[in-house]
């Protein structure tokens, strides 16, 4: 069983963001001296849900400071780039890496951000599809040419190419749609499932990948598939809600509050404001913690993921960077999952 790791970079009101940045390079240094496969970054702009709005920089920060683990993008969001740019900028990262990056891609889905790119929204499918099928194309094929609806590409050589061949792998984001699930089938590309929806429901989308994989002949399993969990370990199931509940509670608020936004964002205003204001009931923690996340002591969370295991689950992510946790107990939660939970499954 692979294991993987995944942050965001969150940057909570009066935190540093230089020091979550060094954080996280910390972090991923650590998950590649215990045995991590692999570290996942994100692509989000003007929210303090996350500093990731150059995933590429990130990325080649981080290999510049590692040398096994593989590095991913959980996603780029290519609907609001030109295509070219990203079939560089990846070519590039692949390359400085020396072969280590896995392309993650998916539409996109904050208004605000389309709004401030000045991106029709409603176009994204088109969009995604057009602009996947010219990264390929860039990244394989001398002197491409292209006309699409939305982007046009002529007698481009790429340069430098990829360092893997034919291209890095490709993930693709699907979680809302049976149009962007079936685009993904058509590719023989893996999906990504991220840590924001119910296990069950994820797991309901991993089966039915695998299913249209087969009906379609592709040679996709689901055990491809990065399966994202919010994560912590501690001695006690009590010590790890109690270390986790704030963090969680504000990744969880954040998620919510940033979708009232059509423009702009919410990086100006005060999460306790509209926490005072706000109509809607919070999100059940306790729901969290049974159905979207792998917390709890060592035994609790082998147990979580063995059942994982047995609905095909083979490429595990953990999420321990979320809601400006406690950097600290973060390194200690993974030596312990490191030391504890993966050799039940090597």
């Given at each position: 069983?692979?294991?993987?790791?995944?942050?965001?970079?969150?940057?909570p009101e009066?935190?540093?963001?230089?020091?979550?940045?060094?954080?996280?390079i910390?972090?991923?240094?650590?998950a590649?001296?215990?045995?991590?496969?692999?570290a996942?970054?994100t692509?989000?702009?003007?929210?303090?849900?996350?500093?990731?709005?150059?995933p590429?920089?990130l990325?080649?920060?981080m290999?510049?400071?590692?040398?096994?683990?593989?590095?991913?993008?959980?996603?780029?969001?290519?609907?609001?780039?030109?295509?070219?740019?990203v079939?560089?900028?990846?070519?590039?990262?692949?390359?400085?890496?020396g072969?280590?990056?896995?392309?993650?891609?998916?539409?996109?889905?904050?208004?605000?951000?389309?709004?401030?790119?000045?991106?029709?929204?409603?176009?994204?499918?088109?969009r995604?599809?057009?602009?996947?099928?010219?990264?390929?194309?860039l990244?394989?094929?001398?002197?491409?040419?292209?006309?699409g609806?939305?982007?046009n590409?002529r007698h481009a050589?790429?340069?430098?190419?990829p360092?893997?061949?034919?291209?890095?792998?490709?993930?693709i984001?699907?979680?809302?749609?049976?149009a962007?699930l079936e685009?993904?089938v058509?590719?023989?590309?893996?999906?990504?499932?991220?840590?924001?929806i119910?296990?069950?429901?994820?797991?309901e989308?991993?089966?039915?990948y695998?299913?249209?994989?087969?009906?379609?002949?592709?040679?996709a399993?689901?055990?491809?598939?990065?399966?994202?969990?919010?994560?912590?370990?501690?001695?006690?199931?009590?010590?790890?809600?109690?270390d986790?509940?704030?963090?969680?509670?504000?990744?969880?608020?954040m998620?919510?509050?940033?979708?009232?936004?059509?423009?702009?964002?919410?990086v100006?205003?005060?999460?306790?404001?509209?926490?005072?204001?706000?109509?809607?009931?919070?999100?059940?923690?306790?729901h969290?913690?049974?159905?979207r996340?792998?917390?709890?002591?060592?035994?609790?969370?082998?147990?979580?993921?063995?059942?994982?295991?047995?609905h095909?689950?083979?490429?595990?992510?953990?999420?321990?960077?979320y809601?400006?946790?406690d950097?600290?107990?973060?390194?200690?939660?993974?030596?312990?999952?490191?030391?504890?939970?993966?050799?039940?499954?090597?």
């Open positions: 069983m692979k294991f993987a790791l995944l942050t965001h970079l969150p940057w009066g935190v540093d963001p230089r020091r979550i940045v060094e954080c996280a910390e972090e991923i240094q650590l590649e001296e215990l045995g991590f496969y692999s996942w970054l692509e989000h702009h003007f929210s303090r849900y996350g500093l990731g709005s150059s590429m920089v990325v080649s920060t290999a510049a400071h590692t040398k096994t683990i593989r590095l991913g993008t959980a996603v780029i969001i290519p609907n609001l780039h030109s295509p070219v740019k079939a560089e900028e990846t070519a590039l990262v692949d390359l400085v890496s072969g280590r990056l896995d392309v993650g891609l998916g539409r996109g889905s904050a208004d605000y951000e389309f709004f401030a790119y000045d991106v029709d929204q409603n176009e994204s499918q088109e995604f599809r057009e602009s996947v099928g010219m990264i390929k194309g990244w394989t094929t001398q002197d491409y040419s292209s006309e609806r939305f982007y590409v050589n790429l340069v430098p190419q360092l893997q061949k034919p291209h890095p792998p490709i993930y984001a699907a979680t809302r749609t049976l962007t685009f993904a058509s590719g023989g590309h893996p999906i990504l499932m991220g840590p924001t119910d296990t069950a429901t994820a797991l989308w991993c089966h039915g695998e299913a249209m994989s087969v009906q379609a002949g592709q040679t399993p689901m055990s491809r598939i990065p399966f994202f969990r919010y994560c912590y370990v501690a001695e006690t199931e009590e010590q790890a809600r109690e986790t509940k704030a963090a969680l509670r504000w990744s969880l608020d998620i919510e509050w940033r979708k009232i936004f059509k423009e702009g964002g919410e100006n205003h005060r999460i306790e404001d509209w926490r005072k204001s706000r109509t809607s009931t919070p999100e059940s923690l306790d969290v913690y049974e159905k996340a792998v917390i709890g002591t060592p035994e609790q969370c082998v147990a979580k993921i063995k059942e994982l295991r047995e095909g689950i083979e490429y595990f992510g953990c999420n321990f960077a809601g400006g946790m950097h600290a107990k973060l390194m200690c939660s993974m030596e312990l999952f490191a030391r504890e939970v993966m050799p039940h499954f090597t």
